[in-house]
């Protein structure tokens, strides 16, 4: 599958956002995470919203250009943390776009911080098998976990559509390796 890497532009340096939430607040966004299959839909996207972590919008691709199953590479919300953005086909749990079918996820696996680059399958949405352990995460579902050891979902890059341009505005859920994300450092 052919990928392509997108250099970002930060709005701002993050080294201006530091905030303090504790890795402790993230591992219960992370719990509450497995719960919200259980809400009814306004519930849910409630809950995700006050979940969400806000950082300088970034853009990182266009609606024109991106083409169904082909994932695009980027870094955010800083320059060693790897994404992907990808167009599903099919609606998606905070999808935007018209089909509500672009998502976007951090491809450090959350259980020991496998590497997911290039483990797309566009067949099923999802993204693994993880090389180390198996787990594979459900894009259409927040990166819920299908199968696998890990135990919690795959970190979502909020985005935003602004025109033709997409931008990542925030993340939900702790990306592997940071006490926290907003520490703008790894643990
Ligand atoms: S590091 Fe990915 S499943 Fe263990």
Sequence with gaps: MTTHTIHPHHDHAHGEERACMSRRSFLLAGGALVTLAALPGSAAAAALK???????AVKIGKLSALKKGMPLEFAYPY?????MLVKLGVEAGSGVGEGNDIVAFNQQCPH?????QGTYKDKHQALGPCPLHLTTFDLTRHGMVISGHSTESLPQIVLEVRGDDIYAVGVQGLI???SSNLAGRRA
């Design 79 to 83: 320059p060693d943390v790897s994404n």
């Design 112 to 116: 020991m911080g496998g590497p997911l």
């Design 50 to 56: 006050a979940l969400k972590v806000d950082y300088p």
């Design 176 to 178: 592997y390796g940071y």
